[in-house]
């Protein structure tokens, strides 16, 4: 009797640490990274250097992250500080879970962005001074990169505009407010070399009292025109002609899902795989009409629950309606590396806006397109609300970073519902627990210096403990998007052409595919590339596709 408390006590932590696994396969896991990275995360991109930038607005005062080597930014059109010495942009190093502060001049807020095919963010718009900059960013392996800026390059004030990255590297720049046409960058050279804007009535036929088509969703599909989703309504537009080839029906409700009710979309993942490419886009989430006026006089309305799929290369396409597990508004839609969707961050009742967004939604929800049945599932609640002004992006191993929610005019920490957060978290899904060790695979090389060519064959050699068959195994690339205000910008995810996986040696193989088939299927730069086995991903390896 005296052995069974010893004999218990000593096994107590191999049933914890089983309990704790469980949960984290079933639910996934959360963790504090960084207590406060000085800014709040309004807009966040992933470069090729494993580091994300990071930044704010300019105009609401000071942040809580001085500007280095004694600068200070000095801006006689701030309406908040005319110098100012705090960084309102952020580089974050994800190996060494460190950051440092950036220089960034005009202002940034509610801006848009791209990232070209040498790994160069381009960064558009804003509010005041910066409503027509362009702003790039190139990274570097060391500590000089920063943000080199051209004021008044845009030829109309981009204040919630959305940017796509095009086939032939271009980058097209769609609406903003009260601004119902687009342009690209950069620029084509004209007789009189002035910048034009070209007009797109749809979205003037999408605005409404409360706009409700501000960063419209723009998905680039396989056969090179755009889908583009404003308010209810969604078109297939060639850009080269600038003509709308086809109208969709509405999506099912009548309720808008675009800024600021604030619904996500994602483009699923295409399949080269397939006889015949399918290009799928996915809706969820948003605010019922009228939310925003009934959050400014304080009634919270509860936001939408539902998604609406559609397949647009069908021949008569019509939306599919599915039911979330909650109700969500603000909410980020992220394509994992295994093709799920997760959607993170957000509230359960409200709109986009200062003050208007109630009831955080700290479930974070992995959505299987795939699955026929139980296609929702509820992951592990974070223990921070992620409202207005929030975002997240995928990180090369499988992780989602989440950072931001400022529901303030300014940073606001006392005597809020919802103080400002600096802080970052990582959430990790499920497939990251230690019970998918066996199958999880580790990418160990890949042919041709990491270069993917179009229609180019390439050779991935990754290690498995417990292999099962070529048939449980993909290649997918993504490219990692430009997130702020509920829309990742510029995601998508291809599976490549699989012709057959080879063993090698131990527990070494090595997998044959083909590069992209066009750039309208994967525009040139730089992407993750994702050995799935099983289910279950490996860390993503940097290739460039060229």
Known sequence: MILIPFILASLFPYFEAQTLSSTFANQGQWNLVQPSVGISAMHMQLLHNDKIIMFDRTDFGHSYLPLSNGRCRMDPNDIALKVDCSAHSVLYDVATNTFRPLMIQTDTWCSSGSVLPNGTLVQTGGYNDGERSIRMFTPCFDETCDWVEFPGLLSQRRWYATNQILPDARVIVVGGRRQFNYEFLPKTPSPNSSPSSIPLNFLQQTSDRSENNLYPFVHLLPDGNLFIFANTKSVLFDYKQNSVIKEFPPIPGGDPRNYPSSGSSVLLPLDENLASLEAEVVVCGGAPRGSFESAARGNFVQALGTCGRIKVTDSNPNWVMQNMPMPRAMGDMLLLPNGDVVIINGAGAGTAGWEHGHDPVLLPVIFRPSETVNQFSVMAPASRPRLYHSSAVLLRDGRVLVGGSNPHVYYNFTGVEYPTDLSLEAFSPPYLAPDF??????????????????????????????????????????????????????????????????????????????????????????????????????????????
Do not use: D
């Open 437 to 546: 060790a066996p199958v999880r695979p580790v990418i160990r090389y890949i042919t041709n210096n990491n270069v993917l060519g179009y229609r180019v064959f390439c050779y991935v050699t990754f290690t498995v403990p417990n292999y099962a068959s070529v048939s449980e195994v993909s290649i997918r690339i993504v490219a990692p998007s430009f997130t702020t205000h509920s829309f990742g910008q510029n995601q998508r995810m291809v599976v490549l052409k699989l012709s057959a996986v080879t063993y090698l040696a131990g527990e070494a193989y090595y997998a044959t595919v083909m590069g992209p088939s066009t750039a309208e299927i994967a525009p040139p730069g730089y992407y993750l590339l994702f050995v799935v086995h099983k289910g279950v991903p490996s860390w993503g390896s940097w290739v460039q596709v060229m």
